[in-house]
């Protein structure tokens, strides 16, 4: 085992800089002197720059550290970037004529002592010598020229600079500047998105939570579907394995993350996507949210760090249900990112990427060239969308004009039902079956090679394919509409590129009738649960696309998720990381069903009404109390039922307590104003006021039996939300006894050491250099310039 800061493989580092564009170049640049020697570097924009790239005045004071390349005297100073596309390109000193001519003039000027020539070809001993002669002739005092093989071993000995310039990861071979751990995490998370690597822009989004995760060890990535907070993520990971050799984690739920969470290893990453639902918002997993946070945060306090995305409607229903006094070390503003806020650059950067990256020929690009500008400046802008524009699949009908890239670009996703429909039968078979494949732990996709079942034979057949048209179809769509991964045990499964694609394939499925109950028969359980609703064909669509089952198919669709209820748990390994098939279900039923299958339901399951009486405390993090109410109102719960949950209400709120019932919370009134009446709410305030406060005493010191000191703790806001309660109300002597009552037992357990240690990561300084906002007047240079080279 290597130790750290030891890379695994030896021999000089080597980045592969010509696959950047000018302008990605340029900005690497200044990145490198900025952190290297320390200096305020501007840069500037395009070409209309009077010879110079960028610029610094002052004296220069080169660090100690290794990158300083000799003590410098007082400038000022001219930087000057020289990019070329082809590998293993020479720079002979013949292509430089221009810029001896302009550096003449800013001599004279007295803008120029120092001449930094910066380039990512090679540069020969003869060669250098004749560039700095003809410098040194035009009057530079001091020319320097530094070329690829400088720049990629700064880039190499320089972690923080990796870390905020990522897309050097997909660059270089990383064993060269990793060591074996933190080589061993990148490699596996490169593994999974390899292109999204090689085409990341560091936008401002990622930056602000770059150092949301230094500082604070936590952020918050939101933003509109298709605006890169996965790929943000990722980066996020590969940096925190190569900076603080932290070992990611990619979790699935709040329960997962605090399982796995070691307190005797400061150095974990947890990864969390979609944490609150993936397409629509799902109340089980916020509510989880609410109850896990303080052992996240108590987590973080711990040394570990935390990123978690969402997308922001989600995340805006979400919110009102977590609890902000369970997080009080954290400030929301500070770890929230919204990585839609692109500037224009930033937009022009990602389109460029991905058109470098994709499939066109340069003659298609060429064409396209004119009219990127106006593409990037397209609202909404979508980096899947420029993706997608890279992509021959997708652009095989699109006309070339600035109004046709355009339309592309803001409205891809409208496009996709033609994009569907273009496809041949192998691939909408193909597809078909990816999309009844569902994440899970042991095979989160399709397996590669395919071995079809009796479902998947049903499914090739009624789409007119055959397991060989699938298989060939399957490895035509590879890189474009499906993407093929590999699990963590080592077996290759398609997934769908990009979860909208997958949204859309959903919503061309609704449009065949002969491919729809076939699909549904064959989809395993997993997606069923994550990729359908059985809601109103009328009902008003929210954002996120899933797949609408038909009245016609209620019955069998209840059949199958009573079948899936009643499964013991603990069997099959892909519910590890998922709810319970329990809670899954009931999930379903109460966010992804009309009345009509709720009906369906109740004839196929008459079982449930047991199960869903047996809630727990407290029971506003239990899902089936907010079930129960969904079945009643819509008049499908027995008023036998309906009174169970009444009694067990009354028994758990002076036993445990609870104070679930009292109605202070918007969510929490579905709920009790359902299923209790207004004498049945007056009878409970005259239970707990004759049957719990006179023993308040005695049954405070029970409870601190198991109370720890713990942020958010179930008792004390139990006795918060009665002392609030019978204030309110006018009882004095309860409200008193109740203030009393949290009182003393806050007093007491606050003494206690809570669930885990406390440790506080240190802060680093933030040496990041500012991003330039000089414009030089005059025509500039397109950053599209050289995308058809």
């Not at 209840?558 to 013991?568: S, V, Y």
């Amino acid at each position: 085992m290597n130790s750290a800061g030891e890379v695994t493989a030896v021999g000089s580092p080597r980045f592969t800089l010509h696959t950047l564009g000018w302008r990605a170049f340029q900005d690497l640049c200044a990145a490198v002197l900025r952190e290297v020697w320390g200096q305020s570097v501007q840069a500037f924009a395009d070409s209309n720059d009077g010879g110079r790239d960028g610029a610094f005045y002052g004296t220069w004071q080169p660090p100690g550290a290794s990158g300083a390349v000799r003590d410098i005297p007082p400038g000022p100073f001219v930087l000057q970037c020289k990019h070329t596309k082809k590998a293993d390109a020479t720079l002979a000193p013949s292509e430089l004529e221009d810029e001896f001519v302009k550096v003449s003039a800013l001599v004279k000027r007295g803008e120029c002592g120092t001449y930094v020539l910066l380039t990512n070809a090679r540069v020969t001993g003869t060669s250098e010598e004749e560039i700095r002669r003809r410098l040194s002739a035009s009057g530079v005092a001091h020319p320097l020229v530094l070329d690829g093989q400088w720049l990629s071993d700064m880039i190499a000995t320089h972690r923080r600079l990796r870390m905020f310039v990522p897309r050097v990861y997909g660059l270089g071979d990383l064993s060269q500047i990793l060591d074996e751990r933190a080589y061993a995490q990148a490699s596996v998370l490169m593994a999974s998105a390899p292109e999204q690597v090689a085409t990341f822009v560091v936008i401002g989004a990622y930056q602000k939570a770059a150092r949301a995760l230094r500082d604070h060890g936590f952020v918050l990535l939101l933003g509109d579907p298709a605006v890169g907070k996965s790929v943000i993520a990722l980066m996020l990971a590969i940096s925190a394995a190569d900076n603080w050799g932290c070992a990611a984690i990619k979790a699935r739920t709040s329960e997962e993350l605090v399982q796995r969470w070691n307190p005797h290893e400061k150095e974990q990453l947890f990864w969390l996507d979609d944490a609150f639902g993936a397409v629509r918002h799902e109340e089980h997993l916020t509510h989880a949210w609410a109850r896990d946070l303080p052992h996240v945060m108590s987590a973080v306090k711990n040394g570990a760090r935390v990123v978690l995305t969402s997308r922001t409607y989600i995340y805006n229903e979400a919110r009102p249900l977590l609890k902000p006094y369970a997080y009080p070390l954290l400030h929301e503003q500070h770890v929230t990112v919204d990585v839609a806020d692109l500037t224009r650059e930033e937009r022009q950067q990602i389109l460029y990427n991905h058109l470098a990256a994709g499939d066109q020929p340069q003659d298609i690009r060429a064409q396209m060239k004119p009219h990127l500008e106006a593409a990037a400046d397209a609202a909404p802008f979508r980096p899947e969308a420029a993706r997608r524009l890279g992509l021959q699949a997708f652009t095989s009908k699109l006309p070339l004009t600035r109004q046709g890239i355009t339309t592309f670009t803001a409205q891809s996703q409208q496009l996709l039902s033609d994009v569907y429909d273009q496809l041949e039968t192998h691939a909408h078979a193909a597809l078909a079956l990816t999309y009844a494949t569902a994440r899970d732990e042991t095979l989160p996709g399709l397996p590669n090679p395919i071995a079809l079942d009796t479902g998947d034979r049903d499914i090739v057949e009624r789409a007119g394919s055959t397991q060989a048209g699938v298989s060939k179809a399957l490895a035509a769509l590879t890189g474009t509409f499906l993407r093929l991964n590999t699990s963590s045990d080592g077996q290759e499964y398609w997934a769908f590129h990009h979860p909208t694609l997958r949204e859309g394939f959903a919503a061309w499925l609704t449009t065949q009738p002969h491919l729809l109950p076939v699909v549904l028969t064959g989809m395993t359980d997993q997606a069923l649960l994550s990729r359908t609703d059985c809601l109103n064909r009328d009902s008003e669509q929210r954002e996120g696309t899933l797949l609408r089952i038909p009245p016609s198919l209620y019955k069998q669709a209840a059949q199958r998720l009573a079948t899936m209820r009643n499964r013991p748990y603990g069997g099959p390994r892909s519910w590890r990381h998922h709810l319970p098939p329990e809670a899954a279900v009931l999930a379903y039923l109460e966010y992804r069903s009309c009345d009509a299958f709720l009906r369906a339901y109740i004839a196929a399951d008459p079982q449930l009404s047991e199960a869903l009486v047996k809630f727990h405390s407290p029971a506003q993090y239990d899902s089936r109390t907010t079930l129960l109410a969904r079945l009643h109102q819509a008049g499908v719960l027995s008023g036998e039922t309906r009174q169970r949950a009444v009694d067990r209400m009354r028994e758990l709120a002076v036993t445990s307590p609870d104070a679930s019932w009292i109605e202070r919370e918007t969510w929490q009134k579905k709920v009790w104003q359902l299923l209790l009446t207004n004498e049945e709410r007056e009878q409970l305030f005259e239970h707990v006021r004759q049957e719990l406060v006179p023993r308040l005493a005695d049954v405070v010191g029970e409870w601190l039996s198991d109370a720890t000191g713990d942020d958010d703790d179930p008792v004390e806001s139990a006795l918060f939300w009665y002392y609030l309660a019978f204030d309110k109300r006018g009882d004095d002597d309860a409200a008193e006894e109740f203030y009393h009552a949290r009182d003393f037992y806050n007093d007491e357990r606050r003494s206690r050491p809570p669930s885990s240690d406390s440790w506080e990561p240190a802060a680093a300084n933030d040496h990041l250099g500012q991003r330039g906002n000089n414009q030089p007047s005059g025509p500039h240079r397109s950053l599209f310039d050289d995308i058809d080279q």
